[in-house]
């Protein structure tokens, strides 16, 4: 069963809190008792959420409130990382521990960078991808000290209020009818250094990152670099980090943090093809 970490939906509890937005308290209670939230207790939150106020864009409203508090553990991992692109690179691996409504991916096109969001939604799901990358787009300028400057939000969706709503909210650019949802920007912003930068910390934090993960059922990085290689046996390093989100820099670091190494992994599933060929 999808879920999401209760202090994440503890986000929107609390901005309909502030904005004086009544909830169902059986769906108020559903939230604060459960050690991680359902889905599908999270669809109705929104539901709840978005019907029960009048102003425009509740989803933009949700994601630049939203703080690295509300991200538990892996947020706070992400902040204590060195760069910008770093914490990135690593949200695409965290980012079930956080909520399992989406998946998110790194690219690049020329001198330009895009944190593209993936959605599985089917509740509001427009509002929430743009909570997504509006959340993105502030944690980022947060997280760099104010530092951070995006080319713009790109949304897969038609705007759901005027243009110039979005303009007021966001302070950058936005574009709609996109192949993708995604937060643009320089890529040359990918080696902006965190304030919150903490090695000590970090490591600890992946560790209590690394036991939701666990827990939730999902592939740790190596089971998922071992799929690709058997899947792609001709593909290389830079191409296997690429399929996983990741720069191959990013993909040797990570493995070598469980004393594991992309070569030995690679040759590991290339000789177990081998045998089961001869069998």
Known sequence: ??????????????????????LPPPLLAAVRGAARVPLATQDALWEAYCSAGTAALPGLRAGLALQVAHLDSAGLQLVACDTL?????????????????????????GGIA??????RLTVRAHERVEAVLAGALNLARW????????????FAHAPLAPRAAYDDALRVPS?????????????????????????????????LTARTLAALGCSSLAAAVQRQVHAHPGHGRERVAAALGLSGRHLVR????????????????????????LS
């Open 175 to 207: 574009a709609f009818g996109a192949a993708h949802n995604s937060l643009r920007f320089d890529a040359a912003q990918l080696a902006l250094p965190l304030v919150g930068a903490n090695a000590e910390l970090r490591e600890h934090l992946r560790v």
């Open 254 to 277: 990570r493995l070598a943090l469980d004393g594991l190494s992309f070569k030995a992994l690679r040759e590991s599933v290339l000789d177990e093809r081998a045998r089961a060929a």
């Open 143 to 154: 997280a760099t000290g104010g530092r951070f400057t995006a080319a713009g939000l790109w």
């Open 1 to 22: 069963m999808h879920s999401v970490s209760r202090v994440f939906a503890q986000s929107i509890v609390q901005l309909a809190e502030r904005e004086g937005l009544p």
């Open 114 to 119: 895009h944190l593209v969001y993936r959605p």
């Open 85 to 109: 692109g770093e914490a990135l690179h690593e949200l695409s691996e965290v980012a079930p521990a956080i909520g399992e409504g989406g998946s998110f991916g790194i690219g690049r096109e």
